[in-house]
DNA sequence: AATGAATGAGGGTTCATTCAT
DNA sequence: AATGAATGAACCCTCATTCAT
């Protein structure tokens, strides 16, 4: 079901230790980013990493490298998503919300400032992953709407925005690096909640029959380039 | 309309060009902070006012200071919004729509970053404009309820996260922060348009009937602090 | 019995209120460089004083000629004491004790930064003072030469630098600017009682016989400038 | 003799050349306190050591540390002195006498500042390098008291707090902040021959018989804390 | 291959000094 | 004459990135 070999085989030969070290540094980057934005020290993500900070760049030329790889990760963990949500719903437009809320859970939400931090856009891996997270979520939606339930004049592009940013995590709040103590504990729990309030909220407004006239035209993921 | 004036009046008097210079700052600061999110250089920003950076500091000692003012006078220009959509539209509803957008373009979504860095949080000129804000939103989400257009399960807090989430800014998108040219062009664009679609697909999961049960409770501003 | 007048004489005329306000800038100088070291800002000197910080420089160009003007005053009020001690003390020792004692007590220690921070060093007016100083301090000593009570291999310069040392402030005793509070109380009042228990052995070690053989040769306050 | 290897053992192991820089930086650091003060700008300090800045802060996270390290440093050294001059000589006045030359040779003088700035005053580290120094000067001290060349009235923080402010630096001399040559030239030297003038002056004060009675209490060097 | 150490460029902030009212 | 305001240079410290072991 993950299709995360074929960028993969690209590689050459990794020693096994050296693989997972790789894996290990993508793992607490993505973290890192969640809990602390998109700043956080590489410093900081090879000690949570457990490596030296010139295993990192070994592995990863600069930032924007890492943060590619991460971007690649997230997106073929939401893909992935999405084809489950697929196989296992029965009903359309339920695969859809599944699909969303759990979309959220895997911090799609720190993907923003992956993707849009990154000078990489275009490169090959990066529009493959956005080409099978672009079919994986099309075709959940056009389950959706071929089963009447989801309104027509919405494209890839508008959920995946609505829904990155609605569940992007609120600069300052996770623990702060200095803040050693203390209770971002309820904040967080709680702000999770209102994450998948304003999810449902925005899934309501996308079910037929449309309440409203949408300005602008419909995007899909290959919309969000720069140049368009 | 604007409350601005009894805040100022407690300020010691100020020189005419101090006052000017401490607005352009603030003014400055809103645009840069919208643009380039809310880690831009203050340096930039006193450039930007067309301010030496020691004048800067004269007027609001550190970042959080200054962050602080431009979260006030947002917030004061969007509960401005929020009262005029009420005096001038008929329709309840449509009040909240037309407030909702108008809340997009005065950047409210650039408040986020601002509101959550500022330590200050808990500070009584911030609960003041807090509370001033969250009464006139109550006002017209009251009147929408009133009318039974809009569901009795969120509050205003519901609507303030979301509709701020919504339309922050995408960061990289805009001028890179290095970039200094700052012709984010099309773009921007598109996103404002990105942006509107969005808040009217969430005003449509806001209408009446409810389509889906939402997780979580209600929540007013007062609940977004932290110990709560 | 004070000697100022002479010095200030060759000032053009000062309004009333503009020469108070330059004796309260001194003032305030000297005891914030005897509290806080002789690196404090300017901006609070003029607080201290209560004038605006443009005003202090009015008055005294830039740091090193305020600086300068204090030391005058310093230099004045020890040669005070040190005229007084010898018309009223019948023992030439004692009055030289007395000399010393009273002379800590004037803070001559804080005057050691600002002699030799100043630039001004050879100017005429500090030499004058210096020469008045010498001319007095040298009375004191040589009356307690004469008497046979002082050791004869030492010099003014000996004694005016080992006091000056001797009751220096200790950095970061005082109370520092950040610590609005608080308890340097009894470590100062200590330090000041430390300060006397030394004054007394180095007068200890003046009076006949001498103990030792010293090296070096005895310094008049003429040889303390750089280029001896 | 010396006890400077306990200390080091702790440290988790450096590399040969790491650990030739901290002490490159260590040792330019006490030279750059005793000719400028404690307030020399960090970056010289790495300058005059050969190293970019960022290295200095990677051994020393602020000044404070930086100062803490030398004062260690100075102190070790000091006591250094004292235990060989009570093994070398075979007079014990002399012995007290050889050790404060030699202190003020180590430049004790430029500890004053050190001690005063650190905030970590209690710190481990400190304490015990000052309790050795404490017991090994007492040791000197002690035997001259026991040989009844010494009064009996004062204690180690006596002598200490004296010895240090003598041998103090002007500041001003040597090289100003600002004049990067450094060449104190002739003062520097004159100034030492006055050091050691006063020193012996003030060693003739501590010798039996006391010449006069001292005011306040006898202090050791735990006295010389803040809290006390 | 992996690592600790070194580095320079840059941002935040303070302060001596000058300017405009 | 007096003042509040403005300024730029300097300093401390951080961090992305490169080097040597």
Redesign the interface.
């Known amino acids: 079901m993950t299709a995360t070999s074929p960028a993969k085989v690209s590689q050459p030969r990794l020693r096994a230790d050296a693989l997972r070290n790789r894996e290990r540094i993508v793992a607490a980057a993505r973290e890192m980013f969640v809990e602390h934005g ?2 956080v020290p590489l410093d900081e993500i090879a000690r949570r990493a457990g490596v030296g900070n010139a295993t990192l760049y070994r592995h990863f030329a600069d930032r924007s490298e890492l943060v590619h790889h991460v971007a690649l990760s997230v997106m073929d963990r939401i893909a992935d998503r999405a084809d489950e949500a697929r196989a296992q719903e029965s009903d359309a437009f339920q695969a859809l ?1 599944r699909f969303v809320h759990q979309a959220a859970d895997e911090r799609i939400g720190a993907l ?2 992956l ?4 000078p990489d856009r275009g490169h090959p891996d990066l529009m493959a992953a956005r080409d099978r997270l672009n079919a994986s979520i099309e075709a959940v939606m056009s389950d959706a709407r071929a089963s009447g339930q989801l309104r027509t004049d ?1 494209a890839v ?2 959920l995946m ?2 829904v990155t ?2 569940t ?1 995590p ?4 996770g623990s702060s690096p200095r803040a050693h103590d203390s ?2 504990g ?2 967080c729990m ?1 702000f999770d ?2 994450v ?3 999810l ?8 037929t029959p ?8 419909a ?1 899909t993921l290959e ?1 969000l380039r ?1 140049t ?1």
């Open positions: 998109a700043e919300r923003c400032p993707i849009s931090h990154s919405i592009g508008d925005v609505a940013q609605l992007r609120l600069p300052g709040l209770g971002c309820s904040v709680d909640r209102f998948h309030r304003h449902q909220l925005f899934l309501d407004g996308l079910a449309a309440r409203s006239e949408l300005p602008g035209t995007a919309d720069p368009t």
